[in-house]
């Protein structure tokens, strides 16, 4: 199993944006779906965005409009769009494949942060 690595994260102004970057070695794109999860100091995880084998995008309702999630087959890379930052999106981003484990999928990265002040 590869694992993803997350890059891009920093500290930003509300209402500002940020791009977050995973890689996935090993055309894992093209076998695994994609994921963003994010987790805020003292909360649960929570999912945030997918993006499958064929390109169809998901998001939850808090991101739905100010993010956007895309991926480049050639690259082995998911980016995350960020816009119009908002305090309440401060936390830690975790990229994720998903799908068959026979595939390789089902693996975390480390996370990279993200801090958004108001």
């Known amino acids: 199993q590869v694992q993803p690595v997350e890059s891009g994260g920093g500290s930003v102004q509300a209402g500002g944006s940020l791009r977050l970057s995973c890689t996935v070695p090993?055309?894992?794109?093209?076998?695994?779906?994609m994921d963003w999860y994010r987790q805020a100091a003292g909360k649960q995880r929570e999912w945030v965005s997918s993006?499958?084998?064929?390109?169809?995008?998901t998001y939850a309702d808090s991101v739905k409009g100010r993010f956007i999630t895309s991926k480049d087959k050639a690259k082995d890379m998911m980016y995350l769009q960020m816009n119009s930052l908002k305090p309440e999106d401060t936390a830690k981003y975790f990229c994720?494949?998903?799908?068959?484990?026979?595939?390789?999928?089902?693996?975390w990265g480390q996370g990279t942060q993200v801090t958004v002040s108001s």
């Open positions: 994720k494949t998903s799908g068959s484990v026979s595939y390789g999928c089902g693996v």
């Open positions: 090993g055309s894992t794109s093209t076998r695994c779906g």
């Open positions: 993006i499958s084998i064929a390109g169809i995008t």
